[in-house]
């Protein structure tokens, strides 16, 4: 193991670099902005592999740990540590960051430096957020991780960023203050302590359980988004410029999954038990229900938009029948729809740098004109509906048959996705890509450049490595899940 | 080990092949790609054919190639199981793929796309291989969706055509309401024995016979009729049964090589090969085999009617095949799963001929398929014409050659059999021999023989009567049909060789391996079958004698007799009295527009599932969404903040920046008053 605060240089580099970027200034550096920023998510993915290739996959403890006093007299510490749930998110996490540098490269041409600067410090505390133990801490990352988002949304946005921003605010104010509530409850409950690991081991009442439960739930739900609060996303990704979609699905999405995972199951199992069905309803909705109405939508990024609402349904129900298919198979969805939708979002923001339109009408036959990004969309297409060999299939497949052993009618309507999902992307595609030339924009279009290109086929390869290959990406979550798993079934009453 | 490398080369070396003329399509010469994926296909090919030999010498192999992902108590892994079934299918298909790889090199050879499709069909060949070898349900389903998304890409082939890529969206979605319920399956499969391995499923199934599972109501189901079905339902999907069949006819709008390969002699009977593969969980419920029969029956009867109204040359063939696939259904069915993989195989063979010999008269047509405009082609394409003709025997169930046996077998299992509703399918089958006879005697007298009808200058009829090919002239340099004068000409080399070679199994497989296939012991220790339960295959051996015995035989029975009289029949009507069929499908115009309208399944299925789908998606979206959740809820305490702020608006300043600034300080103010409160 290394003896290199790994952790905090993952948090750290992207952020001093974000600083550093900041400092270049005007638009005139933007060149230097630019390669500093590139140079800096490199660094910061680089220093993520060690957490990967020097994991620990037996041991289901937290590895990579780093404990100092932060505020000591709250009890509240700078305490990081990662284990087989969310190491693999440190890593999508920094992976993407890469991908968003290059994304902008000479799409954006307006504040350049501020563009970059903001997903390299959301890039350093989202990173906070999937290694941090201690509640405070974790809070912390948890809500200023927003800002830039807020920020990237409403200045590199489009037209109607004001609205979008807003709804997500009002969506998430709620949430966060519950959050908080339940943290201050715990840490009162457990006698002055905001350790993570400590509040999983408390035995609490199956009442407090349940608030606390219901308290996370609102929380986390908003994040997801679960159904009925997920309308905010749809506009957040209308309105936000290709980079800020790319990270608001590949990463952001995973927050209140994995808060699920961190907080609601280990520490409330009870209530968990209890809720189950309610939440999984839930999910069920989110699949079905939004599988339609993606279905009929006839602007590209709010269909992949809800198509991220349905894939996340899936993750959601992985969680909640309390299994190692189950559990395992959402983690495996989470960081696939990492790739797909990432990649998803990056091919409409190709079309839309092109024609200025994220219409479906307003396109028809760009195969003609793009064939090799048509081949890629393809792909990530076919990802998206879950086409086995690529990741997409991967989770799902896990969630389905888990399904079926913990009831079958749940995998039934979990399976339907499986059609609905293949009918709103393929009836995109086709409207979109296939058939002749529909006008002269698209007769215009030229073919991906080769960052374009390269973007494309780095995520290409991790969804084909993931579908081809998943073993090593769950070998590591065995232990962990276990654990969990454990937590799980052990009645926290007394 | 020396074997193992052999198997791992079969699907490896069309894969390869694939990867070179698919990656590099735009930067290769046409002598590439279609040398590297020939030359993968052919080294398949022999491979397939050495694994036969020390298959047939009693070396099967089951073992893993790596292990795909673990979870929990579940290990999924990609590995070969091959025995008989599987190297059976591994000759076919690659025998199969071979010949139509050289046939493409003549087919395609006006086409842009020309490298692309020799990717893509080498990419479906390696596909198909990896479903055939597998030996677990993981590795099975990949390779179920792998041929689903390759067919996919090559009916849309010619992308720019609106009703291929129609056709080809439409082939996806029906697959994959098959593919759900396979999922279903192969998840009940999972829960109730832990594994998804071949070996292990079937080493446990016998143990939950019994067992039954709660799905509806208070009444109890029995697990093994619920998986079989849920397996079967992924057949229907892939294998085109009625009321999932309604993909296949617009497959057609693929290009023809692919229509031999994929939609008709490989990928659709992927449903037969795995019905037969799960024969140990299928012979434990006989309701499941009664849905499989009756389901197989109706498609072998209903779908032969709908080929005898057919004009497109490639509809005709494809109307056939879904009969044939029915016939196949049905075998299984009645528990005679060696018959169904027997004439899975005699099927592939004159059914490809069949579908390549239609492409050469397409191509002698100059792409035009409509049967009305040809006549008396047998003048200028003699080796299609001889080799149609084979293949037209063949398929009817000419005593000798290789349908008969194949067919003849099916119809006397189904006799045998004593399962709900053998009766009604051995009625089916039965009839369905003399409308086999009758439509593809039709199509053939009318394309090879009588007046010659082409190169007429006013073409315009066949524009009109159906936009399924007229929109043909976007794909460079194919003009529609032959101009004023202009005579259809025999194809190329590359074309009529394979028509050649497989002529020759067509006639002489049948002959040959049905004492081995079906009464030998080839498929002892594969195939199982509960003889107490399910008798006729036992009774079929009875009976059975030696081939040419059969074939003596079968000159007096029913099927031969009704065959015959098809043949006559279309003859007489299409030939000599053409106002006949005219007078009939006036007198019966009701039936006629039935018969038109394919059963109206393409309209109910358009109007309630697509339509339905898109309501719904638009009821929930305007109705839930927008009105409900947005509307009422979010944007309803957005007015009511919005109120409240209007007190408190001069904090606003209307910058996200300042409010940012703003909630960072906030938690720090929030935090500081914390610690000097304690």
Known sequence: MSSYPLLSLAIWIPIVAGLLVLATGADRNAPLAR????????????????????????????????????????????????????????????????????????????????????????????????????????????????????????????????????????????????????????????????????????????????????????????????????????????????????????????????????????????????????????????????????????????????????????????????????????????????????????????????????????????????????????????????????????????????????????????????????????????????????????????????????????????????????QPFTEVMHASVNELLHHVANSKIQ | MEMQKLYLLVPMAPLIGAMIAGLFCRVIPRWVAHTATIAGVAIAFIASALIFQDVVAGHTFNGTVYTWLTTGDYNFEVGFLIDTLTVTMMLVVTFVSLMVHIYTIGYMHDDPGYNRFFSYISLFTFSMLMLVMSNNFMQLFFGWEAVGLVSYLLIGFWYTRPTAIFANMKAFLVNRVGDFGFILGIGLILAYTGSLDY????????????????????????????????????????????????????????????????????????????????????????????????????????????????????????????????????????????????????????????????????????????????????????????????????????PFLSGFYSKDSIIEAVQLSHIPGAGFAYFAVLAGVFVTAFYSFRMYFLVFHGAERFGKADDAHHHEHEGDHDDEEVATDHHHGLAPGQKPHETPWVVTLPLVLLAIPSVVIGYFAIEPMLYGNYFEGVIHIDHEAHPSMEHLAHEFHSAAAMGIHALTSAPFILALAGVVLSWFFYMKRPDIPAAIQKRFSGIYTLLENKYYFDKINELVFAGGARLLGKGLWRGGDVALIDGLVVNGSARLVGMVASITRFFQTGYVYHYAFTMIIGVFVLMTLWINRA
């Open chain 1, 35 to 470: 390669w500093l920023s590139l140079v800096g998510a490199a660094i910061g993915f680089l220093v993520t592999i060690p957490l990967w290739t020097g994991f620990d996959s037996g041991s289901a403890a937290m590895q990579f740990v780093e404990l100092a006093p932060w505020i000591v007299r709250f009890n509240v510490n700078y305490h990081l540590g990662v284990d087989g749930i969310s190491m693999l998110f440190v890593l999508l996490n920094s992976f993407i960051t890469v991908i968003v540098v290059l994304a902008g490269w000479e799409v954006i041409k307006d504040k350049v430096a501020q563009y970059n600067a903001a997903f390299l410090i959301m890039s350093g505390l989202m990173n906070g957020i999937f290694t941090a133990l201690d509640g405070v801490l974790f809070y912390t990352f948890f809500e200023a991780s927003l800002i830039p988002l807020y920020i990237i949304i409403g200045v590199w946005g489009g037209p109607n960023r004001v609205y979008a921003a807003f709804k997500f605010f009002l969506y998430t104010l709620a949430g966060s203050l519950l959050f908080l509530v339940a943290l201050i409850y715990l840490y009162v409950h457990s006698g002055g302590s905001f350790s993570i690991l400590e509040w999983q081991q408390l035995p609490i009442p199956l009442a407090s359980q349940t608030w606390l439960f219901l308290a996370f739930l609102v929380a986390f739900a908003v994040k997801v988004p679960m159904w009925p609060v997920h309308t905010w996303l749809p506009d957040a990704h209308v309105e936000a410029p290709t980079g800020g979609s790319i990270v608001l699905a590949a990463i952001a999405l995973k927050l209140g999954a994995y808060g699920f995972l961190r907080f609601s199951l280990p520490i409330a199992p009870d209530a968990s038990h209890e809720l189950s069905g309610f939440v999984i309803a839930l999910a069920l909705i989110a699949v079905v229900y939004i599988g339609f109405v993606a279905l009929v939508q006839s602007d590209m990024k709010k269909l992949v938009a809800y198509s991220s609402i349905a894939h996340m349904g899936f993750v959601i129900l992985g969680f909640f029948m309390f299994s190692a298919i189950g559990v395992e198979g959402a983690l495996v969805q989470m960081v696939s729809h990492g790739f797909v939708s990432g990649a998803m979002f990056f091919c409409i923001g190709v079309m839309y740098d092109r024609v200025h339109s994220r219409q479906i009408a307003d396109y028809g036959g760009v195969v003609n004109t793009m064939p090799k990004f048509a081949a890629l969309f393809m792909l990530f297409s076919m990802a998206n509906s879950g086409l086995p060999a690529t990741s997409g299939f991967v989770g799902e497949f896990m969630v389905i048959l888990g399904a079926v052993k913990f009831n079958f009618w749940v995998a039934f309507a979990v399976a339907t996705s499986m059609i609905i999902g293949a009918a709103y992307n393929l009836w995109m595609y086709k409207r979109v890509v296939f058939g002749a030339v529909a006008n002269h924009h698209v007769a215009e279009l030229t073919d991906i450049n080769k960052r374009e290109f390269l973007i494309l086929a780095l995520l290409a390869a991790g969804t084909l490595w993931m579908g081809l290959y998943p």
């Open chain 2, 199 to 398: 070996a292990t499923v079937f080493q446990k199934a016998p143990g939950l016979a019994d067992t039954t599972i709660n799905i509806w109501g208070a009444a109890d189901w029995s697990l093994m009729t619920v998986t079989c079905i849920c397996l079967f339902i992924g057949a229907m999907g892939k294998s085109a049964q009625v009321p999932l069949h309604v993909w296949l006819p617009d497959s057609m709008e693929g290009p023809t090589p692919i229509s031999a390969l994929i939609h008709a002699a490989t990928m659709v009977t992927a449903g037969i090969f795995m019905v037969s593969r799960m024969s140990p969980l299928f012979e434990l419920s006989t309701t499941a085999l009664s849905f499989v029969l009756v389901i197989g029956a109706i498609t072998a009867l209903f779908m032969g009617f709908l080929g005898i109204i057919q004009n497109d040359i490639k509809r005709v063939v494809a109307y056939s095949t879904l009969s044939q696939l029915g016939y196949m259904t049905v075998a299984l069915g009645a528990s005679a799963y060696s018959v169904a993989i027997f004439h899975l195989m005699t099927h592939a063979f004159f059914k490809a001929l069949l579908f390549l010999g239609a492409g050469s008269v397409i191509i002698g047509m100059h792409h035009d398929q409509d049967i009305r405009n040809m006549g008396g082609l047998r003048k200028y394409m003699p080796i299609t014409w001889i080799t149609s003709l084979v293949g037209s025997l063949a398929l009817i169930g000419t």
